[in-house]
């Protein structure tokens, strides 16, 4: 048998504080004190708050910074200026591929964010997905109503970025290796000036594709507007080659 | 425990099905012990020959220190041409031809150890005369009354087949606990087969005779309890002797009582076990749930279990969770009663009191379980609302200290929350107030 309870107090308890003879049915409540417990969700949302708020405070240096330059206006030596802006501000952030999603939503939803500027934006992601530490990233952003412009800008070797949406003007550009898939359709200028890699449009690209590019594969599941001059590499069109080759002409119209 | 032990190792072969805090028990032991130890009554169901009759008699000979025949002639078999005069008492015909009325009093009426056998083979309107027995100890013939100021009640009933009724809803209400005494398994069984000496060890001729006679004898039945007793610690002494177990004397039984009745309900079993009772009786649209009441389409409180049940949860509902929570606390030597006791006995104190909606009933009945369907049901309720209770326990204490504070005349507003306890406490503090 069990030792000596005798200094509990009675089960059903005693007495009454309130004098008016109606047993306070909350009583042995009384000594109980409030403390927060923190469930596991509320850890993973405020750490990912966090990681949110760095990824922010970056872009908006980004934009302060590069403000007056009007990197907007695309020159490449203002987007090579403000990718090493980006760059440094990206490098000092521990982030995940779900973050960077998670801010190309948040541009378009939150107040905390001043401007929207589909270039730097673009600028800004790219260093992110570059430099993240997952091999491939997926972006599911068909949801967003702005396309994004320079996504994808010098994605390096080994890097697989897949966009579910489509995706801006620019894209892709300056490719160094990566492997860059867009679900959805792309607008004008499409890996510019990029080196190696592949470029998977599925479907629709806009005008002046492949201007300059040096290297490297596009490859497009729908129709191509229109070819740019093109130095190396090559372009296909529903898997058929239409550059180099005598089908299409640069800008052709059709 | 070493009872349990003793039983479990020599009377009753069964596997464990249930796990408390690390330990695993049978439940049919389990809770049998605690109804003899709390004066609980229970109700045994499972398939014919699968030993509810009898683990009830093991515990009750063991806690009560009554030989098996005395609980053989005292058992009540539930039948259709079952009789008040056999229930409970009957005329003294001696004395009635010399135009005297007394009552002769049934050894059920009068043994602290009350086995109803097949209880759901009496006809329904023949259940209601045990009611009031069954319920207070009170048993009535004639114009004479006697009172068990100390028994406890083991009803058993098989499922369902040509013979059975169903047991009234008043009745079943007063069990505490449902439990199912369940095929051991197939090896399990085939040493059942082997042993048919465990009948015998818990036997004693001469005490039993004895007991009869004292039973039997013409005395007021106040007078036969100190008696009754005597024999019984003779035969508990002889069971010590014999098989190295103590059966319980009254004063070991009422020093138990009071050690459980000391043994509190921490903060954690007192909020959940509210958190459940609110679940269980609430409705916003008509007051409280009522068995002839449908809920109200678009409902907000759609996801608690209020929408998925029929009744309305019973003043003894709680009565039971409490007691029987302090009997496994006592027994699991723990010093208050936390919240894995009031879940651990729950399921058992809830499966036979829900009237589950047809909906909840097809959905689920052909799920994969261990256990027969309504105590499955009852278990699956408390995993849910464990899992609302871990996420809103700091909550709904704070709303029930906020609560204490308004009552004792602080001016706080109570605490707002979805779950309908908050709208209970609302409930208390408004007519308090008013």
């Given at each position: 048998?069990?030792?000596?309870?005798?200094?509990?107090?009675?089960?059903?308890?005693?007495?009454?504080?309130?004098?008016?003879?109606?047993?306070?049915?909350?009583?042995?409540?009384?000594?109980?004190?409030?403390?927060?417990?923190?469930?596991?969700?509320?850890?993973?949302?405020?750490?990912?708050?966090?990681?949110?708020?760095?990824?922010?405070?970056?872009?908006?240096?980004?934009?302060?910074?590069?403000?007056?330059?009007?990197?907007?206006?695309?020159?490449?030596?203002?987007?090579?200026?403000?990718?090493?802006?980006?760059?440094?501000?990206?490098?000092?952030?521990?982030?995940?591929?779900?973050?960077?999603?998670?801010?190309?939503?948040?541009?378009?939803?939150?107040?905390?964010?001043?401007?929207?500027?589909?270039?730097?934006?673009?600028?800004?992601?790219?260093?992110?997905c570059?430099?993240?530490?997952?091999?491939?990233i997926?972006l599911?952003?068909?949801?967003?109503?702005?396309?994004?412009?320079?996504i994808g800008?010098?994605l390096?070797?080994?890097k697989r970025l897949v966009i579910?949406?489509?995706?801006?003007?620019?894209?892709?550009?300056?490719?160094?290796?990566g492997e860059l898939v867009?679900?959805?359709?792309?607008?004008?200028?499409?890996?510019?000036?990029?080196?190696?890699?592949?470029?998977?449009?599925?479907?629709?690209?806009?005008?002046?594709?492949?201007?300059?590019?040096?290297?490297?594969?596009?490859?497009?599941?729908?129709?191509?507007?229109?070819?740019?001059?093109?130095?190396?590499?090559?372009?296909?069109?529903?898997?058929?080659?239409?550059?180099?080759?005598?089908?299409?002409?640069?800008?052709?119209?059709? | 425990?070493?009872?349990?032990?003793?039983?479990?190792?020599?009377?009753?072969?069964?596997?464990?099905?249930?796990?408390?805090?690390?330990?695993?028990?049978?439940?049919?032991?389990?809770?049998?012990?605690?109804?003899?130890?709390?004066?609980?009554?229970?109700?045994?169901?499972?398939?014919?020959?699968?030993?509810?009759?009898?683990?009830?008699?093991?515990?009750?000979?063991?806690?009560?220190?009554?030989?098996?025949?005395?609980?053989?002639?005292?058992?009540?078999?539930?039948?259709?041409?079952?009789?008040?005069?056999?229930?409970?008492?009957?005329?003294?015909?001696?004395?009635?031809?010399?135009?005297?009325?007394?009552?002769?009093?049934?050894?059920?009426?009068?043994?602290?150890?009350?086995?109803?056998?097949?209880?759901?083979?009496?006809?329904?309107?023949?259940?209601?005369?045990?009611?009031?027995?069954?319920?207070?100890?009170?048993?009535?013939?004639?114009?004479?009354?006697?009172?068990?100021?100390?028994?406890?009640?083991?009803?058993?009933?098989?499922?369902?087949?040509?013979?059975?009724?169903?047991?009234?809803?008043?009745?079943?209400?007063?069990?505490?606990?449902?439990?199912?005494?369940?095929?051991?398994?197939?090896?399990?069984?085939?040493?059942?087969?082997?042993?048919?000496?465990?009948?015998?060890?818990?036997?004693?001729?001469?005490?039993?005779?004895?007991?009869?006679?004292?039973?039997?004898?013409?005395?007021?039945?106040?007078?036969?309890?100190?008696?009754?007793?005597?024999?019984?610690?003779?035969?508990?002494?002889?069971?010590?002797?014999?098989?190295?177990?103590?059966?319980?004397?009254?004063?070991?039984?009422?020093?138990?009582?009071?050690?459980?009745?000391?043994?509190?309900?921490?903060?954690?079993?007192?909020?959940?076990?509210?958190?459940?009772?609110?679940?269980?009786?609430?409705?916003?649209?008509?007051?409280?749930?009522?068995?002839?009441?449908?809920?109200?389409?678009?409902?907000?409180?759609?996801?608690?279990?209020?929408?998925?049940?029929?009744?309305?949860?019973?003043?003894?509902?709680?009565?039971?969770?409490?007691?029987?929570?302090?009997?496994?606390?006592?027994?699991?030597?723990?010093?208050?009663?936390?919240?894995?006791?009031?879940?651990?006995?729950?399921?058992?104190?809830?499966?036979?009191?829900?009237?589950?909606?047809?909906?909840?009933?097809?959905?689920?009945?052909?799920?994969?379980?261990?256990?027969?369907?309504?105590?499955?049901?009852?278990?699956?309720?408390?995993?849910?609302?464990?899992?609302?209770?871990?996420?809103?326990?700091?909550?709904?204490?704070?709303?029930?200290?906020?609560?204490?504070?308004?009552?004792?005349?602080?001016?706080?507003?109570?605490?707002?929350?979805?779950?309908?306890?908050?709208?209970?406490?609302?409930?208390?503090?408004?007519?308090?107030?008013?």
């Amino acid at each position: 048998m069990k030792g000596n309870l005798s200094t509990k107090k009675g089960f059903t308890g005693t007495h009454d504080k309130d004098n008016r003879g109606i047993r306070n049915p909350f009583e042995e409540f009384d000594t109980f004190t409030f403390h927060k417990t923190q469930i596991p969700l509320d850890q993973i949302i405020e750490s990912t708050e966090v990681v949110m708020d760095q990824i922010r405070r970056g872009y908006e240096k980004l934009l302060e910074e590069e403000a007056k330059e009007l990197v907007w206006m695309v020159q490449y030596n203002t987007i090579i200026k403000a990718y090493e802006v980006a760059e440094k501000h990206v490098r000092e952030i521990d982030y995940s591929a779900e973050d960077i999603e998670d801010f190309c939503f948040a541009l378009e939803n939150t107040q905390k964010i001043p401007y929207f500027i589909p270039g730097p934006a673009g600028l800004y992601i790219s260093a992110l997905c570059n430099y993240a530490k997952e091999e491939e990233i997926l972006l599911k952003l068909s949801e967003l109503k702005t396309e994004i412009n320079l996504i994808g800008f010098r994605l390096p070797k080994g890097k697989r970025l897949v966009i579910e949406g489509d995706a801006g003007d620019f894209t892709g550009i300056g490719l160094e290796g990566g492997e860059l898939v867009v679900e959805g359709n792309t607008k004008n200028w499409t890996g510019a000036g990029m080196r190696s890699g592949k470029i998977l449009i599925k479907k629709n690209i806009g005008l002046h594709t492949g201007e300059w590019m040096m290297g490297g594969e596009i490859y497009v599941g729908g129709r191509i507007r229109g070819l740019g001059n093109i130095v190396e590499g090559k372009v296909f069109e529903r898997e058929k080659l239409v550059y180099p080759g005598k089908a299409r002409h640069p800008n052709l119209y059709y | 425990m070493e009872l349990y032990q003793f039983i479990h190792d020599h009377l009753y072969f069964n596997r464990p099905d249930l796990e408390i805090k690390g330990e695993r028990f049978n439940s049919t032991i389990l809770f049998s012990l605690l109804t003899g130890l709390k004066k609980g009554k229970e109700l045994i169901i499972g398939e014919p020959g699968l030993g509810k009759t009898t683990s009830a008699e093991f515990v009750c000979s063991l806690i009560y220190q009554f030989p098996l025949g005395v609980i053989w002639g005292s058992e009540v078999s539930g039948h259709p041409e079952q009789t008040e005069e056999k229930i409970v008492g009957r005329p003294d015909l001696g004395k009635l031809n010399r135009g005297e009325e007394d009552v002769v009093w049934t050894n059920f009426s009068q043994i602290p150890t009350k086995i109803v056998d097949e209880i759901n083979r009496l006809p329904e309107t023949k259940q209601s005369m045990i009611l009031d027995g069954v319920d207070r100890g009170n048993w009535e013939y004639l114009n004479e009354m006697i009172i068990n100021e100390e028994y406890c009640l083991f009803a058993t009933a098989n499922y369902q087949d040509g013979g059975t009724n169903t047991i009234i809803a008043p009745l079943v209400d007063r069990f505490d606990v449902m439990v199912e005494s369940r095929y051991p398994g197939a090896n399990l069984s085939f040493l059942i087969g082997k042993s048919n000496r465990k009948d015998h060890i818990l036997r004693h001729v001469k005490y039993e005779k004895e007991l009869h006679r004292i039973f039997n004898a013409k005395t007021p039945y106040e007078k036969k309890i100190p008696l009754v007793e005597e024999v019984c610690n003779s035969f508990g002494e002889y069971i010590h002797e014999t098989l190295g177990v103590k059966p319980l004397q009254k004063r070991d039984r009422q020093q138990i009582r009071l050690e459980m009745d000391d043994t509190d309900l921490d903060q954690d079993a007192s909020a959940f076990t509210r958190m459940l009772l609110a679940e269980l009786s609430f409705c916003d649209r008509y007051g409280q749930k009522r068995s002839l009441e449908n809920c109200e389409e678009g409902c907000h409180y759609t996801g608690y279990l209020c929408h998925e049940i029929k009744n309305c949860a019973s003043n003894r509902l709680p009565i039971s969770i409490k007691q029987y929570g302090q009997a496994l606390a006592w027994l699991l030597e723990d010093s208050e009663v936390d919240i894995e006791h009031v879940k651990s006995v729950i399921p058992y104190t809830l499966a036979h009191r829900t009237q589950w909606k047809d909906e909840i009933v097809s959905q689920r009945e052909r799920s994969k379980r261990d256990d027969p369907f309504p105590i499955f049901l009852a278990k699956e309720a408390v995993k849910t609302v464990s899992q609302r209770y871990r996420e809103q326990s700091e909550h709904l204490k704070d709303a029930l200290a906020v609560g204490s504070k308004i009552f004792q005349g602080e001016s706080l507003e109570p605490l707002e929350g979805d779950h309908p306890l908050y709208a209970e406490i609302k409930k208390d503090l408004s007519t308090q107030r008013s």
